[in-house]
């Protein structure tokens, strides 16, 4: 996938940001030198925090978007079936989700959250020239968004080391490399692309939720 480069692909990449970045992750997960002390529970509670706030997040950008969206904007967005995560067979329900094992609903997690990761970059570098009022604002919630997925990201590798993972972990391809030529069309595949990523946010949350409540050993029915 061939996605612009430009000064702010290249602001993404400075020192400072990954150092922000690692920061954050420590802060919110556990520190590189003691992750393996930290107990299961207390993993799957930071891990639902940072899926509590991605979905959030995801939920004000939308709210933001709504403010100045096209008439026809709803009618030309494409069909959530679309969406380039829709082909990843997830449990439909509650029943079925705890149903599933555990190491099978983590590999779900992270085929569903790392599927993202080329999507929110092109979302993160599209953003600043968004034809929209509050695009500066859209950005830097974008980019905040982008920064909560790579913690998340992180936090789920050490899980993987608590629970093991199965065999179907397998990120999906993004194929969109571009929002559109002109200023309508980029409005609403940004957005649609966002009702993706609010869709599955959801979904990772819920499941996150799942396995926390699994690990204290809760009632299913209160799960």
């Known amino acids: 996938m061939k996605i612009r480069t430009d000064k702010r692909e290249r602001d993404m990449t400075r020192p400072s940001r990954v150092g922000r970045l690692h920061l954050t992750v420590t802060l919110l997960l556990c520190s590189s ?15 639902s925090q940072l899926s509590d706030k991605l979905h959030a997040l995801s939920t004000s950008l939308t709210s933001d978007l709504d403010t100045h969206f096209p008439t026809m904007g709803r009618i030309m967005m494409p069909h959530p079936s679309t969406c380039h995560t829709s082909s990843l067979q997830t449990p439909n329900d509650k029943d079925q989700v705890l ?16 599927s993202w990761n080329d999507p929110l970059l092109l979302l993160a570098l599209e953003a600043p020239t968004l034809a929209h009022p509050s695009n500066s604002a859209i950005y830097s919630k974008t980019k905040e968004l982008q920064d909560n997925t790579h913690s998340l990201s992180a936090g789920l590798e050490h899980l993987t080391h608590k629970i093991g993972s199965s065999n179907s972990f397998t ?53």
């Open 33 to 47: 030198l003691r992750c393996h002390a930290v107990g299961l529970s207390d993993l799957l509670d930071r891990a």
């Open 99 to 114: 149903s599933v094992p555990e190491s099978e609903l983590l590999s779900l997690i992270r085929s569903l959250l790392l």
């Open 171 to 223: 990120p999906l391809p993004f194929k969109g490399g571009n929002l559109g030529q002109d200023n309508t069309s980029r409005l609403i595949y940004f957005h649609f692309l966002l009702s993706c990523f609010r869709r599955d946010s959801h979904k990772i949350d819920s499941f996150l939720k799942v396995l926390r409540c699994r690990a204290a050993k809760l009632r299913p029915e209160t799960c």
